[in-house]
């Protein structure tokens, strides 16, 4: 098969997955009578649980609102209208405080709190779907909602975190866990776009952000570590040993659309080899195939139970990285490396009979929970790669036909 | 093999690997500087992380003095000097406030507070530690500190629990969680102990545990769920869906030592009907062997990711909950299932080149992490059930004699 051909190929499987994937999710998830989506869907879409996760509907609304803008034959009434119902869902529940910015992690059907975690991640999210939603209608409300938020989230994280509830503990000192300066820099790019106020407000937290993450380059340049000091510094014990290859992955191509953006080519190269490559060495089961879902960088087994199995997003977020990487540098091993990942997702997570994608396999690539939504996955990081992969690899394409 | 040379067999095995069990931990989890134990140990002792979680200290602080003062081989100068210095670390380092009962969930090596969970199990378990070494030492202040903190977490959970720090959430209706009866009933067993004071005060607290527990019991009959309303009515959702085999068996046999105390026969059929052998036949896996840990009562898949794993600890339960079930009923099939469970086990779980069990298998029952120890499994489950097991196996065979 020529280069072309093979670019066609996965770009036509990466569309018709896309249409698949999101057809699962309109015709299954759609809560008509309270707005809001109803994530815990089994293998065929029934609805095991109707508890609605904070997160995961802001990132449905995003998802939403971001094809509707970006790709034509999801700019439907039926999609909109859906997201809509979604935010005015998140704007009416997702603060069980009126006071306060704190969202809930789970709600309800008819959004009354379950439960309220002491972390951010439910609030970037909110703040996600309201700035996809006001680009997408317009309505000036929404714009103020992500914008008031995110004030209040980077005043958590960068000036005064008291106001998430966390107790001070003398044998806790503090983290810097790669999740939140990805999550900033993930922010950052969704308010900045097309907006240069916005873009020169956040500048500074774009670099604080950028250089957040590269602080997880340890051991000499030879590991990425989820955890380390506020300082920089390796931590002790499991937490400092910590390695999660695929939110590595995710953080690579975070940086390499920096990189690209800036035309930052140490950057790009940084994002590449330590982001990209170097957990993908370690984190690629040499024995079953697939990615482990952590490591402990000396080797020692994680205590996580799950940390053997294969899970549906670091393969997306792999595929994402490899793609844009190549995009980058030219580098051909690149696509090779995507090959091998694209294999191995498109025939264990795909879903044939019913669509989308299962979302954990035992180490040795069986399906382990036939379920295609819960607590933890959505409609979120399968469209979101469908979306990125095609649009990289229709670029491609178009550079072939230039030449 | 006769009856009586079969369990002359497994009582043999079960004081040899409770020999072996012990040297493990005696040989690799004391912390001779700061006192307590390290109980995150690799396959071979070797520790791979200092932090100490408070409820593991207090079980093996429990286990130590229990055996010390039950067991003559083990009334070792050692295991006392062990135990005492884990109450004393306990003592000076489980709760981070002074002015407050709660403990942490997990402290550095030297003492500092990491974490604290928003329940009552670490505290249980520090009153668990205090009796046992007060019965093993006569010390006063140990009885003192395990009364005060009982007081309290009874207070907690029969008065207000507001002082755990759990918001109140108007989606979060209040749960009968079949562990919070399941611990006071057996923290009633222990403060209880030829003590007819004790007993006397906490006779109302036995009888509330124990109706909490059962109305565990739902669907006409056919199952036991972890989770119920408070008024013992079945919830909505996964939550009220949610099974877990090997604790419910572990309830099984707090009831029927309940049961047995009191010579009360109806307690002991129900004990053994609804919670040893539903959750033993519903919950053993046909296929590959061994007990799922969790399970969905309608047949969805459950949406934790180990639903399928074999975990240790499950299976310690089942082994006393067979043979107690026996020894309280003479009924032949559960001394099957005793064999069927302990065949399992011990080729499974149990390590013959380093001695104690590995905790976690996949679900063919291949180990899926090679850890002794870790966050959640210290010197608790594996020593208690070998040691109740030649316990009971012992009366059974000086039955056997006698007739």
Redesign the interface.
């Known amino acids: 098969m020529s280069y072309k051909e093979r670019l066609q190929t996965w770009r036509d499987r990466m569309s018709e997955e896309l249409d698949r994937v999101m057809n699962f999710w309109i015709q299954h998830s759609h809560d008509e009578e309270y707005g809001g989506f109803f994530t ?1 869907l ?2 065929n879409g029934d609805i ?4 609605k996760y904070i997160w995961l509907q802001g990132r449905q609304v995003w998802m939403y609102c971001h094809l509707y803008r970006k790709v034509s034959k999801f700019h439907k009434e039926e999609i909109l209208n859906a997201a809509i119902k979604g935010g005015e869902f998140l704007l009416a529940h997702a603060r ?1 405080n009126t006071d306060s910015i704190k969202c ?1 992690f789970v ?2 059907r008819d ?6 975690q002491r972390t951010i991640f439910s609030e970037c999210f909110f703040i996600m779907a309201m700035d996809e939603l006001w680009r997408t209608t317009k309505e000036d409300q929404y714009k103020e909602e992500a914008r008031k938020t995110m004030d209040q989230i980077v005043y958590w994280v960068r000036e005064d975190s008291s106001g998430l509830g966390r ?1 001070e ?4 000192a503090p983290v810097n866990a790669m999740a939140v300066p990805m999550m900033l820099l993930n922010l950052v790019d969704q308010l900045s776009e097309e907006d240069e106020e916005a873009a020169k407000k956040y500048e500074d937290l774009r670099k604080w952000s950028t250089e957040r993450i590269l602080q997880h380059i340890q051991r000499d340049g030879s590991a990425v570590l989820e955890n380390v000091s506020d300082e920089g510094k390796e931590l ?3 937490l400092g040993r910590h390695q999660n290859p695929g939110h590595a992955m995710e953080a690579g191509w975070f940086l390499l659309r920096q990189a690209i953006a800036q035309s930052n080519h140490d950057l790009g190269r940084i994002a590449v080899e330590k982001f990209v490559l170097l957990p993908f060495l370690s984190g690629w089961d040499q024995e079953y195939g697939g990615l482990f879902s952590f490591q ?1 960088v000396d080797g ?4 996580q ?5 294969k899970l549906w997003w670091p393969h997306t977020e792999a595929l994402i990285a490899f793609l844009l990487g190549y995009q980058a540098t030219n580098d051909p091993q690149l696509l090779e490396h995507f090959q091998k990942v694209f294999d191995y997702a498109f025939s264990r997570f795909s879903d044939p009979k019913h669509g989308e994608w299962f979302g ?1 396999l ?2 040795e690539g069986k399906v ?4 295609k939504g ?2 933890f996955k959505g409609c979120f990081h399968v469209p979101r790669c469908l979306y990125m992969c095609e649009e990289i690899l229709s670029k491609l394409l178009a550079e072939c036909d230039k030449t």
């Open positions: 815990c089994s293998q095991y649980d109707d508890l069980p809930a709600v309800t959004g009354q709190a379950v439960k309220v107790p503990l003398p044998g806790a002790p014990g499991c402990d020692h087994c994680p205590t139970l799950e940390w053997s199995m954990y035992s180490r382990a929970l036939s379920i819960g607590p």
